[in-house]
C-alpha cells in the first residue's frame, strides 16, 4: 500500500479507512476532553481539587480495561460496524453527565463511565484488519490509529478555545464538553448506515468460542491465566485510591475488592472451561500459535500506550506549571505529543511493513522509548521551551511508532481470534495507564517519566525472549487453518439447515434454530394448531422423500 492510495476515495477499502479513523478520531475526542479544562475546571467551582482532577484522569482510563476485553468478545460476536456504532452512542450518554454534573461524585462516575469509551481502538484495529491484507496492514492500522488518537490533540488545541471563547463564562467548559457529545451521538448513527464488515459477508472469521481467547499449548494456557489477572485486578488500585480520598468509605470498597476479585476469578475460570477441552482433543498444528507473542505484545502496549494515556492525561497541566504557560498555550504545546500520531504511527507500521522483520522493529521503537522518556525526566523550568517542545515531540515519535509497530503484528498472530487478541493488547495500554497516573500521585514529573523510561526498557526484554516474527506476516492473503475451514464449513451448513428449517415452518410466526452444548435446539411458535399440523404434514412429507437405508 502507498501513500497515495490513502486519496482513492472510491475504493471501498479507503472508504472503510477514513470512515473509521474518523470514528475513532471523534472517541478520543471525547475521551480526553477533561484534560485542557483541568484548571478552567478548578476555576469554575470551588469543591474541585487538584487531587480530584488526578484521580479523574484515573477514572478515565480505568473501564477502558474491562470495556477492551467485552468489545473484543463482542466483535468476534457481532462485527465492528454494530458495536462501533452503538458503543459511540451509547458514550454521548456519560458526555453530558460529566458536562453537567454537580458535585465532585457525579463527575468521578460519570468519567469512570466514559472510560469505557477507549474500546473504541479494539474496534478500529478490527475493522481495518477485515478490509486490509496482511501486506499492507501495518500502514493501515497506523494511519487509522494515528489519526484517531490525534483526537487526543485536537481536544488539547480546540476545547479550551471553543470553551473559554466560543462559550465564555465559568460555564463555558461544559458547553465545550457537551457539544463534543452532540456530535459522537450524531456520528455513531451515520456509521451504521455508511459501511460493512469487510468487503464481503465471509470476511469475518468467528473464534469456536467468544468467551475466552483460545490457545494452543498447556504452558499458553496457564501464561493466559496470568496476564487474564492484572486486566481487571488493576482495578483494585483505584479502589485504594478512591476510599483514600474520602469518595467511599470501608465498606463499600471492600465490596469493590471482592467484585473485582470475582470477576478476576471468573475470567479465569472462562479461560480454563473454554481450552481445557481443546486441549485435550489436541490443536492441529497448522491452528498452533505462540501465545507468548500475545504476552509480548501485551508488555509492548503497556509500555507505550499505557505512557501515551498517562502523559497526554498530565502534560497540559506540566508544561503550564513548569513554564508559567496560560491554559491554552500549554494546551497547544501539550497537544505536539499527541500531534505526532498523524505521521508517527503511520509511520511505524509502514517501516514494520517495509522493513521485512517485524519483531526487530518493535525493538527498536521500545528502546527509543527508552532514551525519550529519560531525557524528558531531566526536563525543568531552566530548559529552553523549545528545547522541551523537541524532546517531547522525539519522545512521542517513537511512543506512537511503537503502538503502530505493534499493531502491524497483531492482525497477523491468529486470524481468527484477531478480536480477542486486540482486546487483550489494548487493555494492557490502560493497565500501563492506570498504573502510571497511580504512581503519578505520589512522585514529581521528573520521576514520573524516568519510570515510564524503566517500563519500556523491561518491555525490550521481554520482546527480545518473547516476541515471534509471524508467520504470514508479509503476505497477500492471512494464513487460514484447517480449524478456520471447518468452522466456515459448519457455519455453511447451519445457514443451509436454518434456510429448510424455515421452509418446512414457513407458517410459523418465529422459528429458532439455536446451538445448545453438543446438540441443536428448535424453538417455533404458531398462531393456531392448524398451522401446527401443516408444519408436521410438511416435515412427514419431508421424511418420506428421503431415501431410505437398506435393510
Request: net charge neutral.
Amino acid at each position: 500500500m502507498q501513500v497515495s492510495d490513502l486519496f482513492r476515495f472510491k475504493n471501498a477499502e479507503i472508504k472503510a479507512l477514513h470512515l473509521t479513523w474518523i470514528a475513532f478520531f471523534m472517541s478520543f475526542y471525547v475521551w480526553f476532553n477533561m484534560a485542557p479544562l483541568a484548571s478552567s475546571m478548578l476555576a469554575s467551582v470551588d469543591w474541585l481539587t487538584r487531587d480530584d482532577i488526578r484521580l479523574f484522569a484515573i477514572a478515565n482510563v480505568a473501564l477502558t480495561i474491562p470495556a477492551r476485553i467485552i468489545v473484543g468478545m463482542a466483535l468476534d460476536r457481532y462485527g465492528p460496524r454494530r458495536v462501533f456504532s452503538v458503543l459511540m452512542v451509547l458514550m454521548a450518554i456519560p458526555t453530558f453527565v460529566f458536562a453537567f454534573g454537580d458535585s465532585r461524585e457525579v463527575l468521578f462516575m460519570s468519567r469512570l463511565v466514559l472510560s469505557s469509551i477507549g474500546a473504541s481502538f479494539v474496534v478500529t484495529i478490527h475493522m481495518v484488519a477485515l478490509w486490509f491484507p496482511p501486506r499492507s496492514i501495518g500502514f493501515a492500522e497506523g494511519f487509522a490509529a494515528g489519526w484517531g488518537n490525534f483526537g487526543s490533540a485536537a481536544a488539547a488545541i480546540t476545547i479550551p478555545t471553543i470553551a473559554l471563547h466560543v462559550y465564555g463564562g465559568p460555564e463555558g467548559w461544559r458547553l465545550a464538553m457537551a457539544t463534543s457529545g452532540v456530535v459522537i451521538a450524531a456520528y455513531g448513527v451515520f456509521y451504521w448506515f455508511a459501511i460493512t464488515d469487510g468487503p464481503s459477508k465471509d470476511t469475518q472469521k468467528k473464534p469456536r468460542k467468544v468467551a475466552a481467547l483460545e490457545v494452543s499449548s498447556w504452558r499458553d494456557l496457564v501464561l493466559l491465566c496470568i496476564f487474564t489477572v492484572p486486566m481487571v485486578g488493576i482495578l483494585s488500585i483505584l479502589v485504594y485510591r478512591v476510599q483514600l480520598m474520602g469518595y467511599i468509605d470501608g465498606i463499600t470498597a471492600a465490596f469493590c475488592y471482592f467484585a473485582i476479585a470475582v470477576i478476576v476469578a471468573w475470567q479465569v475460570w472462562q479461560a480454563i472451561r473454554v481450552n481445557v477441552p481443546i486441549l485435550k482433543k489436541g490443536v492441529p498444528e497448522d491452528d498452533k500459535y505462540p501465545f507468548s507473542s500475545v504476552a509480548a505484545l501485551n508488555v509492548t502496549y503497556f509500555a507505550n500506550f499505557g505512557a501515551e494515556l498517562a502523559v497526554v492525561s498530565m502534560l497540559p497541566m506540566f508544561f503550564q506549571e513548569t513554564w508559567g504557560l496560560t491554559a491554552v498555550a500549554a494546551g497547544l504545546i501539550a497537544a505536539s505529543f499527541a500531534f505526532v500520531n498523524l505521521f508517527a504511527r503511520p509511520m511505524g507500521g509502514l517501516v514494520s511493513d517495509r522493513f521485512g522483520n517485524r519483531r526487530f522493529v518493535m525493538m527498536a521503537y521500545m528502546f527509543g522509548i527508552a532514551i525519550g522518556f529519560v531525557m524528558m525526566g531531566l526536563l525543568n523550568s531552566s530548559w529552553p521551551l523549545i528545547i522541551a517542545i523537541a524532546i517531547t515531540i522525539m519522545c512521542s515519535f517513537f511512543v506512537q511508532g511503537a503502538e503502530g509497530a505493534t499493531f502491524g503484528i497483531v492482525p497477523s498472530i491468529k486470524r481468527r481470534v484477531t478480536g480477542q487478541i486486540s482486546g487483550m493488547a489494548g487493555a494492557y495500554g490502560n493497565v500501563g495507564a492506570v498504573f502510571y497516573l497511580f504512581v503519578f500521585m505520589f512522585v514529581d514529573a521528573s520521576t514520573f517519566f524516568f519510570i515510564i523510561a524503566a517500563g519500556a526498557f523491561i518491555s525490550w526484554i521481554v520482546c527480545y525472549i518473547w516476541l515471534k516474527e509471524p508467520e504470514g506476516g508479509f503476505g497477500d492473503e492471512y494464513v487460514i487453518s484447517s480449524v478456520d475451514r471447518e468452522i466456515a464449513r459448519e457455519a455453511a451448513e447451519k445457514k443451509a439447515l436454518d434456510a429448510e428449517v424455515a421452509e418446512i415452518f414457513a407458517s410459523s410466526e418465529r422459528v429458532e434454530l439455536i446451538q445448545r452444548g453438543g446438540g441443536l435446539q428448535l424453538k417455533a411458535q404458531f398462531a393456531s394448531v392448524d398451522d401446527l399440523r401443516a408444519a408436521l404434514d410438511r416435515l412427514d412429507g419431508l421424511d418420506r422423500g428421503r431415501p431410505q437405508p437398506a435393510e
